[in-house]
């Protein structure tokens, strides 16, 4: 007797600890609607003609300018994506963290001195201060960083990026565990500061004595693993959370206490990675779909959640919709689940049929499939179909003679530099 069944090629990420709980995988491909599309990445439109590594980007509102730092080079880069160099760093690597202020200053700092542009005046200044700035953030007039190496954070002088007084008035202090000041957070009128193994959030209250109370009714048990992690916007705040009982877990707050975005499979696999704590993360908006991208650099592997659905796929390399100006090929791929018969009984596959769309480029596109026989452990060689080119609307691509198992999984790719929209799949069985 024959039967049609639904096979789940439009899906996520499902991380079981193992392949037999779920193989699901999805690359460079996220869920809009009913349909699988390409994830949104990045796409080439400038070039610094030197060779370095980016240590940090930051967009002023105020000045309208990008402020990029590569190498030791501080650079401005404007709308029409003119380029100047308006400062130089004592270092070469490491993150550089930004931000600025109502007085025309933009802050930096590079974990040894803190540097101010004013865009005014053109000025650029570096300060050697009484302690090692790690990390910046801006909120009612203060620049506010914590302290290297210790449980404290620190204020600027009102609106002077190169003035922090080590006073009452302008010292906080992580006192909940004893723990480490890393990184200090500006989300939703409220400040996060974030230790290595525990998070408090304080409130600007204007006392005279110390501007800054602690918001004793929330306890965020969780600290962050590598500030870089770190992303706010759209009203989420997410990092890779860890404490001193606990492996890393990524997690997201609204303003209060946060939830954890990973279950216990991702959490599984993260655990296995070489070295989780080398990772970077941000967060951005596309069409209406927020991401948190992260990435963790010793495995080559990137993560990215989409923060509507509350699903994950993968993103392996440099990405864009149309790519066709890059020069190659972005690989996307979906892994589906087992299908496992009633009984556990071996079932014949004649005909698996994939809707997608077609006929919307002028450049090569394909389809491959390779077929697992043992629930995603082995694949089979994969079978190659070239997709109609521009204005052959056939939207049906068919795999014939598929064999027998009891547990089939399917890995489909798709190559090409156009777009790819992927509908629906089916499989006629016996």
């Known amino acids: 007797m024959r039967n049609e069944a639904n096979i789940d090629i439009v899906g996520s990420n499902t991380f079981g600890r193992y392949g037999k ?35 940090g980007i930051f967009r002023s509102t105020r000045y309208d300018h990008l402020i990029v730092v590569v190498n030791n080079i501080v650079f401005s880069v404007t709308k029409s ?16 963290y930004i931000a600025e202020n109502n007085n025309s200053e933009i802050a930096m700092t590079d974990g040894n001195y803190i540097y101010s542009y004013n865009y005014k005046s053109k000025n650029f200044s570096r300060k050697l201060l009484d302690f090692s ?8 007039g203060y620049l506010i960083a914590p302290e290297s190496d210790s449980q404290r954070w620190r ?3 009102l609106n002077n990026a190169l003035s922090w007084p080590d006073d009452p008035q302008h010292v906080g202090e992580i006192s909940t565990k004893a723990d480490t000041a890393i990184a200090t957070i500006q989300f ?8 290595k193994k525990v998070t408090e959030i304080w409130h600007n209250v204007g006392s005279p004595i110390f501007p800054y109370q602690r918001n004793n009714a929330i306890s965020i048990d969780y600290g962050c693993l590598n500030k870089n992690t770190i992303a706010q916007g759209f009203g989420y705040l997410v990092w890779l959370a860890s404490n001193e009982r606990s492996n890393a877990s990524i997690i997201v707050s609204t303003g209060g206490n946060p939830e954890f975005i990973s279950s216990d499979g991702l959490d599984f696999k993260i655990s296995s990675m070489k070295n989780p704590s080398n990772s970077i993360g941000f967060i951005f908006q596309e069409n ?3 991401f948190y991208h992260i990435t963790f650099l010793d495995d080559n592997y990137s993560l990215v959640y989409e923060m509507s659905s509350s ?18 090929e972005i690989p996307r791929q979906r892994i589906t689940s087992p299908l496992i018969f009633k009984n556990n009984k ?9 809707a997608q769309e077609s006929g919307a480029s002028d450049s090569e596109q394909k389809i491959g499939l390779s077929v697992s026989y043992d629930g995603g452990y082995g694949y089979s060689d994969i079978v190659l179909q070239n997709m109609p080119r521009n204005g052959y609307r056939k939207n049906m691509v068919t795999f014939n003679s598929l064999g027998a198992s009891n547990a089939f999984c399917f890995k489909f790719e798709w190559w090409g530099k156009s777009r790819f929209v992927i509908l629906g799949a089916s499989a006629e069985i016996f």
């Open 288 to 290: 209406g779909h927020i």
């Open 81 to 96: 994506l003119s380029i100047a160099i308006i400062g130089f760093l004592e270092t070469s690597f490491g993150a550089v």
């Open 346 to 354: 071996s079932k014949r596959v004649s005909i698996l049929n994939v």
């Open 311 to 328: 699903l994950y796929t993968y993103d392996y390399r440099l990405n864009t919709t149309d790519s066709s100006d890059l020069n190659f």
């Open 188 to 195: 939703n009128r409220q400040l996060f500061v974030f230790g």
């Open 155 to 157: 204020l600027s002088d």
């Open 133 to 140: 700035p790690s990390y910046l953030t801006f909120q009612d």
């Open 21 to 55: 709980q779920s193989s699901a995988e999805t690359t460079n491909l996220f869920i809009s609607g009913m349909s699988l599309v390409c994830y949104p990445g990045y796409k080439k439109v400038i070039e610094f003609l030197i060779n370095g590594k980016s240590r």
